[in-house]
């Protein structure tokens, strides 16, 4: 056995990494390299790779730097980290525990910029077809920005020139620094919610790169796609773009252009709002001179200079009509006369008058028909009736007939009984 004391392998890592961690080099240095193995812990850690042509570095990024991060890192980025170079005892191994990443030849502001606008724009939120016009004559128009800025002055002294019958309502907000998205989010949620309006403008005036940061935030830019009101984005300069420009349904380069762009020039409605009425005004003297002219053209025509001819083909008709019904009522009374006299014929031949003409005589007392000889009692004064006549006489002696006697002697032979 040798003499030297014998380590065990955790001594070993343990005494590599207070070497490394005391050395001053190793505890403080910035290394710059291609960023692979790019892997985001659930716990919010970040592992990756530092390799160039020669090798590769393990690394890692805990939570809290990591959330710092103003781009979101990727394979095949070219950075520069800076931290400190320790042993991980457990595993053996020695690695680069970063506390900050930059992107390496470009700015982590524009690096991060181009991250986004490449993700939503792949997402479809830049498309022109899912952007909706701006309403005509907005009444109620909704300002998301700095209560203090110039740009709300601008906004406010546009507004009242351009369509003072339009309501301004100003939603004040930080429009940079911490605290920034958060407002500017909110005031999209109240203007959609508890104060609805008809155009939302949302912006601020010009500033560095940093100042403007907050509209090109993801979260800002998803809340402006997702709006249900039109909003107009105006940030910064003419020559500043922000990400909230792009998912907008309108960019406007600067706050005074958002407010020309979000309502019409009365001015330009009135002198509008005169040529429509020239127009209708000739188009309906146009119209009216052509009614005239057909009005002209109808008081010509034969209808209406003689009016008594429209009468004429009716005269017909009635005539044609009325000789229809002379000859149907003529028919008609011949055919009930026809039937009448033959109802006479039939009554005429069953007639009393005719069989008294035949030698037959009606025998009448008290103005009643007598037909039986047994209803007449001798001294009886009867009306005798002849077809030529009538004469009054005395009954003197009643002679019962055949049917008579019969019915008397029946009569007998049942009291006999």
């Not at 020669?54 to 103003?70: E, N």
């Not at 403008?201 to 009101?229: H, K, P, Q, T």
């Not at 040529?275 to 188009?283: D, E, F, P, Y």
Request: glycine share 10%; charged share 25%; net charge neutral.
């Amino acid at each position: 056995m040798p003499e030297q004391a014998v380590l065990s392998v955790t001594e070993v890592n343990e005494y590599l990494r207070m070497q490394m961690e005391g050395d001053r080099v190793l505890s403080g240095l910035y290394v710059r390299g291609e960023l692979s193995n790019c892997k985001l812990h659930s716990s919010g850690h970040f592992y990756f790779s530092l390799k160039d042509e020669g090798g590769q570095l393990g690394a890692v990024m805990f939570r809290t730097q990591a959330s710092r991060l103003k781009f979101r890192p990727e394979d095949g980025l070219r950075v520069i980290a800076h931290g400190r170079v320790s042993v991980y005892a457990v595993r053996g191994q020695y690695q680069l525990y970063a506390d900050d990443l930059v992107p390496d030849g470009a700015g982590a502001l524009a690096l991060q910029f181009e991250q986004i606008r490449r993700r939503l724009e792949a997402e479809g939120l830049f498309d022109e077809s899912r952007k909706r016009p701006l309403p005509a004559m907005p009444m109620r128009v909704g300002v998301i920005t700095s209560p203090t800025g110039a740009a709300v002055q601008d906004i406010r002294n546009i507004l009242g020139r351009r369509f003072p019958c339009a309501q301004m309502l100003l939603f004040p907000s930080l429009v940079q620094g911490d605290g920034a998205v958060e407002q500017l989010m909110a005031g999209l949620y109240v203007f959609q919610t508890v104060c609805p309006v008809d155009v939302i403008l949302i912006g601020r005036g010009g500033g560095s790169a940093e100042d403007l940061w907050a509209f090109n935030d993801e979260r800002l830019a998803r809340a402006v796609a997702a709006c249900s009101i039109p909003v107009i984005s105006a940030v910064g300069h003419e020559s500043d773009f922000t990400i909230c420009d792009f998912v907008a349904d309108l960019r406007a380069p600067t706050p005074s252009a958002a407010a020309e762009l979000a309502v019409p020039d009365r001015a330009e409605l009135k002198a509008a709002l005169g040529r429509t009425a020239a127009r209708l005004r000739q188009s309906l003297a146009g119209q009216i001179a052509q009614e005239r002219q057909l009005l002209r053209q109808l008081g010509q025509s034969g209808a209406l200079a003689h009016p008594e001819r429209l009468l004429d083909p009716l005269r017909l008709r009635t005539a044609e009509t009325g000789e229809r019904l002379d000859r149907a009522a003529g028919q008609s009374v011949e055919r009930q006369r026809s039937a009448l006299a033959a109802l006479c014929a039939r009554l005429e031949a069953l007639s009393p008058l005719r069989v008294l003409e035949r030698g037959y005589a009606a025998v009448g007392r008290a103005g009643q028909t007598v037909t039986r000889a047994g209803q007449l009692r001798p001294g009886d004064r009867i009306e005798v009736r002849f077809a030529d006549g009538s004469v009054t006489a005395a009954v003197q002696n009643v002679t019962a007939g055949v049917q008579k006697q019969e019915e008397h002697k029946n009569g007998d032979e049942t009291t006999g009984l």
